[in-house]
């Protein structure tokens, strides 16, 4: 994918130290990344020692204090990692990958022991550790509080039974914050939050990797626990039931940054059109050139730009710590339905080629759909908007 096509209005939380970053990533991505993105796509995810390079060149944990082995950064070092990967056209391998790993730090750093932050983030931060949340399971998905799985105490020990499923980076994941009851009988006060560290661990099992219309590099599998026991001291923050709590303060950054990727392809979409219909001739002329053509990217390249208006917006917020659910949950849905619908229209514009794996704008198609679904259905987003009324 085009990275010099991009021609939407700068950010108003851009810098020149985020400036000089967005120049350091792209030419990363393109010296290390990019040759391998087909490959990728087609093994299900991406190189284990990918992530060590990313960690290497400060692409992993860049919001995380330093004392942890973080970049000292903020959100907004993150963003604009999101952003120059996806303009990369790897944001549904790596690009994905990298914000799971970087919500499961900030859940670590949020609510972590001392002892827990010291053991884990400096890892994750290298790439020595790959990470992913286990929320999802088979009959349950949105509805956190009527997950299945269970960890009960066991003298100094939790012993975890149950199944996950859609889990992000959980074939690469050398930890996994696994979302379980504590307390069966509790509901929402009985989730907890328990990091189960993979290697060698008796009890827990990588199911299948599975196969998706799109995010191809990006792995998604199941995993089992059954009799997994995991030290007590692995209980993220050390008191039980305070995993909803945790999970519905974390989300908001997920569905910003959600809503954030959603721009960022919907403006790669509309470049990379009107790039193709400046050149593509029908019937003696450019495609351009056709009123249908000027009205119908005049009205996609107006969404996309409010999209991302509005997303610089809540990213002032948030970086100010006031972003709050609501407002979250609101980018999230507009911003993915919209995105979805742009990209499909830009789409047409390229006819055949467009239902092409190889042309960008198809990758960018079947990468949109799950949008609307992970981080919460838009269903779900509804009614959290609803609930402010």
């Known amino acids: 994918m085009s990275t010099n096509t991009m021609s939407s209005t700068e950010s108003r939380w851009m810098t020149d130290e985020l400036r000089i970053l967005a120049q350091n990533v792209q030419r990363f991505l393109e010296r290390e990344f990019v040759q391998h993105r087909e490959r990728w796509d087609k093994q299900g995810r991406v190189d284990r020692d990918a992530w060590r390079k990313a960690g290497e060149a ?22 604009v990692i999101c952003e120059e990967t996806a303009r990369a056209g790897l944001s ?48 349950t998905g949105s509805d956190l509080q009527a997950v299945r799985t269970r960890a009960l105490k066991d003298g100094d020990s939790y012993v975890i039974n149950g199944q996950k499923t859609f889990i992000s980076n959980g074939q690469n994941a050398d930890i996994v914050l696994v979302v379980a009851k504590t307390d069966p009988a509790a509901q929402a006060r009985g989730v907890s939050l328990i990091v189960v560290e993979t290697e060698g661990a008796a009890g827990f099992r990588r199911g299948r990797q599975l196969e998706k219309i799109g995010l191809k590099a990006q792995d998604t599998s ?37 809503a954030f990727s959603g721009a960022v392809a919907m403006q790669c979409a509309v470049d990379l059109t009107i790039e193709y219909v400046k050149q593509r001739e029908m019937f003696g002329k450019k495609l351009i050139d056709f009123q249908n053509t000027q009205f ?10 409010i999209a991302r208006i509005y997303l610089d917006e809540l990213v002032v917020r ?36 467009g239902y092409i794996t ?9 990468d949109a759909r799950v949008q609307k679904i992970y981080a919460g259905s838009n269903e779900v987003m509804k009614l959290l908007i609803a609930r402010s009324l």
């Open 92 to 139: 549904g391998g790596f690009g994905t990958g990298n914000v799971v790993h970087c919500i499961a730090a900030h859940y670590i750093l949020a609510y972590g022991t001392e002892e827990q932050k010291q053991r884990w983030l400096p890892g994750m931060a290298s790439g020595k550790l790959v990470s992913a949340v286990a929320m999802t399971e088979p009959g």
């Open 296 to 305: 119908k990217l005049a009205e996609a390249k107006t969404q996309a730009q």
């Open 358 to 366: 190889e042309y960008p704008i198809a990758r960018l198609y079947a």
């Open 222 to 258: 199941e995993l089992f626990f059954e009799d997994l026991r995991v030290p007590a001291a692995n209980l993220l923050g050390g008191v039980e039931g305070e995993g909803f709590t945790q999970l519905m303060v974390q989300l908001a950054w997920e569905r910003l940054s959600c």
């Open 58 to 79: 400060g692409l992993l944990c860049s919001s995380i204090p330093e004392a942890y082995g973080g970049g000292g950064g903020s959100y907004a070092h993150e963003l």
């Open 318 to 353: 948030l970086l100010d710590g006031k972003l709050d659910p609501t407002s979250a949950a609101m980018a999230k849905l507009w911003t993915t339905e919209t995105q979805c619908r742009v990209i499909d229209e830009c789409l047409q514009f390229f006819g055949g080629y």
